[in-house]
């Protein structure tokens, strides 16, 4: 599966990243905490969190994520935007809780 079927899928809102949108996706990640999403996120997953700061994209970077899903209604900081854009890793929104998002990355996922 690719970023642009979640999308599609999830009805989720593109903020930036766009030419990430043909990354590939074979599982999610769900935490605030930054420190744990560096020690446990695997590469190609997508990171969901409510986290709009320009730190979620060095560690969506580093550790090679498929895309951010904020949740909340949350929209990413400009400094976030911009390196969303030089990396290549799609920030997206949802309006879904956490846990809501969570569960229906993870139903979509299992298909």
Known sequence: MKV?????????KVFCGEQGLDNEVVGGY????LS???????????WITLQTHKNIMAIASLKEVAA????KGYKPEQAALEQSNEEGIPILGTDLETFEMSGELFGLLKK
Not at 4 to 10: A, P, R, S, T
Not at 30 to 33: A, Y
Not at 37 to 43: I, L, Q
Request: with cysteine.
């Open 30 to 33: 769900t935490s605030d905490l």
């Open 4 to 12: 642009c079927d979640l999308v599609e899928q999830l009805n989720l």
């Open 68 to 71: 951010v899903i904020l949740v």
């Open 36 to 46: 744990d999403v560096m020690g446990n996120v695997d590469e190609n997953q997508v």
